[in-house]
Each structure stands twice: as C-alpha cells, then as structure tokens.
C-alpha cells in the first residue's frame, strides 16, 4: 500500500514529513518556491491526511522506518528531507539512519523535557476533544479572521492569513487521522538523542520565536545539543510557519537542502 503523496517540480528529491495530525497539504505555501529546485515529494504518513494505516508504528522510528521503504518505492537514493513537529523528529531520524542527503527540521519534536513533553501532549489531546463539540458551527467560526486566530492561535501565528475552507479541512484531517492518538502516545519514548550519530549528514534546525507549542526554549536546547547543525530563528513565526512566512521558509528550505556538513559551531 504506497503512501498517497504530492509531486511537483525537478531536480534532486526533496521529501517534505508533515507532522502529528497535519497532512501534506500544510506545505503549499512553499511547494512552489521548493519545485523550481527539487523534485518535491509531499507524503501523507500512514493514519494521516490521504493515507490509510497500513500496520506502520506511528513512533519516530516506525515512520522513518515507512518513509525508506517509501523512499525504494518511489526510486529515491537518499532524498533530502525536510520535516515539521513531528516531522522534523522524523527528518533527523532519517539522518541518524543515513538515509537522507540532508535532513531540516523545523520546529521539531524531541528536544523537549519531560514535562515539556507531557504539556505537548496534553494540550493536543485536549484540542482533539474539543473539535468535535465545534464541528457544527466550525465553518461560521473560520469564516472570520478573528475566528481563525481564537482557533489555530497556538500553531499559527498569522493565523488569519489561512482561507476558510482551509480552516475546515485542516480540522477535519486531525480528526479523521486514525493514527493521531497512538502517534501521541508513541511520544512519550521519544527524546533526542545521540547527536553525534548525525554527523556527516547536513542538519538545519529552524524555530519560530511564536512557537507555543514546542516552546523556543527547546530551540535552545537543541542549539547545545547539535553545535555543528546550522540553527535557524524563524521571527514573526509559530510552530506550523509555512503560511507565516512562505518565501522565508522556502528560502531556509533550500539552504538546508544546499548545505555541506558542518564540523564547528555555526
């Protein structure tokens, strides 16, 4: 069962990993600006967006695991990658195995505390229980930019500049996702760790400074962790940037893509 996905453009492969709950459409803002260099790949992974579970671990090593089989399936060798959240944990895996010529990951999951942690998930699964109590009046609340703002505050931080329909189809993905609350679950093994096992792989970690989800603290944390990765702040942006700030992404993107592996502090 091959995972339903987005291509567009030409050029050296450019995987994009959405993260928990999202699907690949969350990368439009940028895919345009990604296509005119790469041969862009946008997946949905398994239990997410377009595609159905197929048996697949949604821990960060199971979907890695998924995306290199995705990756022989597609006659990738060792695409770039790039990943959000839960994506961004899974592009650094990716990198880990060396299975990617350079991994991005922005604002990604695992650098965070314990606690920071159960925050995360805490608050996602409250989100989650909420929607369907707002799904009658969801497209009167979205029709507004206010609504938009009071509803996607902690992920966006222009949350206003998402369109209507947008809105709805972004809420109904994370409560059609089957593998939303096993991949939640999943995180609670998952830290960072093991740094110097990427090296050799080029790295780029990018952060909003709105980030409330996956608070810039950790951004911090993943600086000292990984000296030798290029970090990147993302001003003006929230935890889901693309939509904050297209041609900032798209640019930060292609670096990440371009980049050499670093061995001093950057």
């Keep these: 069962m091959g995972l339903v996905h987005h291509r567009q453009g030409s050029g050296e492969p450019l995987v994009l990993v959405h993260g928990v709950g999202s699907r690949w459409q969350v990368w439009e803002p940028v895919i345009d600006a990604l296509a005119a260099h790469h041969d862009v790949f946008a997946v949905d992974l398994p239990g997410f967006g377009g595609s159905a579970p197929d048996g697949t671990v949604p821990s960060i090593e199971g979907q890695s ?35 990617v010529r350079s991994a991005t990951g922005v604002s990604p999951a695992g650098f965070w505390t314990r606690q920071e942690r159960e925050w995360c998930i805490r608050t996602l699964q409250a989100t989650a229980t909420l929607l369907p109590l707002i799904r009658p009046v969801l497209p009167a609340l979205v029709a507004t930019g206010l609504g938009r703002t009071l509803l996607f505050a902690q992920l966006f931080r222009k949350p206003w500049k998402l369109g209507a329909q947008e809105s709805v189809d972004t809420v109904d993905a ?93």
Excluded at 76 to 81: G, W
Excluded at 84 to 97: C, D, F, K
Excluded at 201 to 230: E, K, M, N
Aim: proline share 6%; aromatic share 8%; charged share 25%.
């Design 65 to 99: 695991e998924r995306l290199e089989r995705f990756f022989a399936e597609e006659g990738l060798d060792r695409p770039h990658v790039a990943g959000n959240s839960m994506g961004g944990a899974i592009a650094l895996e990716l990198a880990r195995r060396g299975s």
């Design 174 to 266: 994370l409560m059609g996702a089957a593998s939303w609350e096993e991949a939640l679950e999943q995180f609670r093994g998952h830290t960072f760790h093991d740094a110097q096992e990427l090296r050799g792989v080029p790295v780029t970690i990018a952060w909003g400074d709105h980030d409330y989800l996956l608070l810039p603290r950790q951004r911090d944390r993943a600086r000292r962790v990984l000296p030798w990765a290029r970090h990147v702040e993302l001003p003006g942006c929230g935890h889901v940037p693309f939509a904050d700030d297209p041609e900032l992404l798209a640019t930060v993107l292609l670096a990440g893509a371009r980049s050499k592996p670093l061995t001093a502090v950057r």
